[in-house]
């Protein structure tokens, strides 16, 4: 199995089946189906739609790039659905399909006719699967996860470093509750009022406990992400030294600002897409990215990727490998501390990448 043969078979299989899921790693090629789609079928009209406007040109270089004629085929942004209710295409495509997240969305999804529907996400929860099904039918699924495009060759095989580190328990020097605690102290507090927290949802599962919840766990990673801070300036700067093309995924805003400076690429950074620009130029060889804000973004020759914090979401750690995944040899960074739920974060890892290719390392 190669990646042409991947992705004729999904043609093949969206031609007899007409509703298709291609739940593949990132770098398989997931819209070269639907490029590969409308070539045969030049007369049909098209709509595609995508999580953000700069998505919206990505696509139509990649209908450049492949020759393909894009005069019949409208590509929009979800937040646009409402301009397309009561349409009707011959193709459908709903890039990164766990955008269709929402009852509104799935309100103006309803409406839209089409005699094909193609579904493209490298992880498509049960859930919205199910909310797929009920909009348009049921799907047929090629699938293609990271560890198995590894094996067939699809994807390059990584070197992925887990970095081990632990917990500073001598210095005391962080407040948190109105006491001053060591690094590990801190944790064991927000490690007590998550188990409680835990405790009341599971006694009382209500929406306002189940917010708080989750609240305190994102406050666990956050906590856990800042306190790796030299690890991954270590890192960088190393790559840096030697010149690496290199994507830094941090825990938080602050931390991409205080690690990347220029190269922070977050929600806040108002030149974000000549930021991206001067990466793929080469002007710049790396950037310093705040969760999914990359999702669908052409990235030029990235080597190395340093996994800044993982947390309980398999999509978003796939996602992040692949978007290394593309060089020849590509190389992972993982930094986690021992003890902590890291431990359990790191699953996210090991089930998506042959456990050969994992080398673990003390700090």
């Not at 897409?273 to 790396?286: D, H, P």
């Not at 692949?322 to 996210?348: A, W």
Request: glycine share 6%; with cysteine; charged share 25%.
């Amino acid at each position: 199995m190669d990646k042409d043969t991947l992705q004729a078979n999904a043609v093949s299989l969206l031609e007899r089946s007409g509703r298709l899921m291609c739940l593949w790693a990132t770098g398989c090629g997931k819209s070269n189906v639907a490029l590969k789609f409308l070539k045969k079928y030049s007369g049909y009209k098209a709509l595609i739609l995508v999580p953000e406007t700069v998505n919206i040109s990505n696509w139509e270089d990649e209908f450049r790039k492949f020759d393909v004629d894009i005069s019949n085929t409208s590509i929009a942004c979800y937040a646009s659905l409402h301009k397309f209710a009561d349409t009707k295409w011959d193709l459908l495509v709903i890039d990164e399909a766990p955008h269709v997240d929402t009852e509104l969305r799935s309100s103006y999804l309803e409406t839209i006719k089409a005699r094909y529907v193609l579904a493209l996400g490298a992880v498509i929860s049960e859930d919205e699967q199910a909310r797929l099904t009920h909009l348009f039918g049921l799907f047929a699924k090629s699938r293609m996860g990271l560890q198995e495009a590894i094996r067939y060759g699809i994807l390059p095989p990584p070197t992925v470093n887990v970095v081990h580190m632990k917990l500073d328990d001598k210095n005391h020097h962080l407040w948190y509750d109105g006491c001053l605690l060591t690094d590990q102290g801190v944790y064991n507090a927000i490690q007590r009022k998550l188990n409680n927290a835990k405790a009341e949802f599971d006694l009382k599962p209500t929406e306002w406990n189940r917010i708080k919840m989750n609240k305190i766990g994102s406050e666990r990673k956050r906590f856990l992400g800042a306190r790796k801070d030299e690890a991954i300036k270590l890192i960088c700067d190393t790559l840096d030294k030697k010149k690496y093309r290199y994507l830094c995924f941090c825990s938080s805003i602050a931390q991409a600002k205080a690690l990347g400076g220029e190269r922070a690429f977050t929600s806040q950074t108002p030149t974000s897409m000549k930021l991206l620009e001067r990466l793929n130029s080469g002007e710049l060889n790396s950037l310093f990215v705040v969760s999914k804000l990359i999702e669908g973004q052409n990235i030029k020759n990235i080597h190395c990727g340093v996994l800044g914090q993982l947390g309980n979401s398999n999509r978003i750690t796939v996602q992040q490998c692949g978007r290394i995944m593309r060089s020849e040899n590509p190389i992972v960074f993982v930094p986690i501390f021992d003890n902590t739920k890291d431990e359990g974060f790191l699953y996210t890892v090991t089930n998506n990448i042959p456990q050969e290719y994992i080398k673990h390392y003390k700090f």
